[in-house]
């Protein structure tokens, strides 16, 4: 426990470091169109790396998930220790990641094709994009998927993705609705 606290200490101390550095560098969100879909193809790059660490449930396991837990909720009103356990497992993990990165995923692909002709979409995208940026479900199966060894990749922390979906909301959403977002 005392390695996760200083490894987490550590990463976020590094990360609000280079976030206080590279602020300028964000800037290019709030740049026009071709700027924009430029990060989110950096972006996607990055997920769609991660994508492929994360293998796909098969269909028993998909079953045993929602049985364990979802069905096991819904009979009994309650998460039960028997649903607990299961949201421990790699399956778990596996049936809140792998969707929720292919989510994401979409949505850079959306971003980064310039298949959105209007600004107004354009920004509705970046929002759900940073909404899923902030899912703490899934920086948990990712960072559990990494102790696991499924994961080798432990620069998707999700500090780090806060402060995008942070600078996101600030120099896309905000720009926009003060109207100082670049077309």
């Not at 976020?12 to 602020?23: D, E, K, M, R």
């Not at 009979?75 to 039960?80: A, K, M, N, Q, S």
Request: hydrophobic fraction near 40%.
């Amino acid at each position: 426990m005392l390695s996760k606290i200083v490894r987490f200490t550590i990463t976020a101390l590094v990360l609000s470091t280079a976030t206080l550095c590279s602020q300028e560098s964000f800037k290019v969100l709030r740049n026009d169109s071709t700027s924009r879909q430029k990060q989110a193809h950096v972006w996607r790059d990055d997920f769609i790396k991660l994508n492929l660490q994360i293998p796909t449930l098969s269909p028993a396991e998909k079953r045993w998930v929602q049985t364990e837990i979802n069905d096991e909720v819904s009979r009994t009103g309650t998460h039960t220790k028997r649903a607990l356990d299961a949201m421990e497992s790699r399956e778990y993990d596996l049936y809140i990641a792998k969707p929720r990165v292919e989510d994401i995923i979409d949505f850079l692909t959306l971003l980064e094709r310039q298949t959105l002709s209007e600004q107004t979409a354009e920004v509705v995208v970046w929002a759900r994009l940073g909404s899923h940026l902030l899912d703490s479900e899934l920086w948990q199966a990712i960072e559990s998927l990494i102790q696991r060894g499924i994961v080798h990749d432990d620069s998707f922390l999700s500090l780090k993705h806060t402060f995008w979906a942070q600078y996101i909301l600030d120099e896309i959403i905000l720009n926009y609705i003060t109207g100082n977002l670049e077309k």
